[in-house]
């Protein structure tokens, strides 16, 4: 079985461009989960797809930043326009929880390291 | 949400030698994980531990909950063991994960 992807594993920008960022979780997870690590800190949770929809967006910066996950499959982490500050690794995972007693964890991707020039 | 603190931050080893790095959360939890992130970026799933003690080769983990924290044993450390380790909590099952800093880890032939 085929684990989280993402896709590019990394992206050179310039301030102000445009860059998009897509996370294929593993089939059939319904939980989707977008997180960055910047400036060398800890990692941090942006946000959350139940299917479609957005469950939890607290940890999204700015409105710069735009997560879509349409159809409930794929998902993209759109940054426009790029600042400095965004460059880090940005990483996806899934799981398959759907409430109730479980041990579902969540398995992450291999990241999209972004670089901001 | 939950403070999750990791020690020592930084941690040169002599390939060989054994270490031990600790974290600490400020909540109860329902998971717990420890991830070893890769000179490459990538994060590598170590354990899933909320609780007891579990063993992987040279590597293993213990968790007290009712304690609030988690220790990560490293032996015998080879040079590919570097990179930075973290450890992250969820609070409840499917909700988001609250990472530490992260202890980085040298080990020198």
Sequence with gaps: E?????????????????VTLRCDPISGHDNLYWYRRVMG????????FVKESKQDESGMPNNRFLAERTGGTYSTLKVQPAELEDSGVYFCASSSFRGGFSTDTQYFGP???LTVL | ???V??????????????????????DSVNNLQWFHQNPWGQLINLFYIPSGTKQNGRLSATTVATERYSL???????????????C????????????????????IP
């Design chain 2, 1 to 3: 949400g939950i403070q």
């Design chain 2, 88 to 107: 992250a909590v969820e609070k409840y099952t499917g909700n988001q994960f609250y990472f530490g800093t992260g202890t980085s880890l040298t080990v």
């Design chain 2, 5 to 26: 603190e990791q020690s020592p931050p930084d941690l040169i080893l002599q390939e060989g030698a054994n270490s031990t790095l600790r974290c600490n959360f400020s």
């Design chain 1, 111 to 113: 990241g999209t390291r």
């Design chain 1, 2 to 18: 085929a684990g989280v992807t993402q896709f590019p594993s990394h992206s050179v920008i310039e301030k102000g461009q445009t």
């Design chain 2, 72 to 86: 990560l044993y490293i032996s015998s450390s080879q040079t590919t063991d570097s990179g930075v380790y973290f």
């Design chain 1, 41 to 48: 800190k800890e990692i941090k949770f942006l946000l959350h």
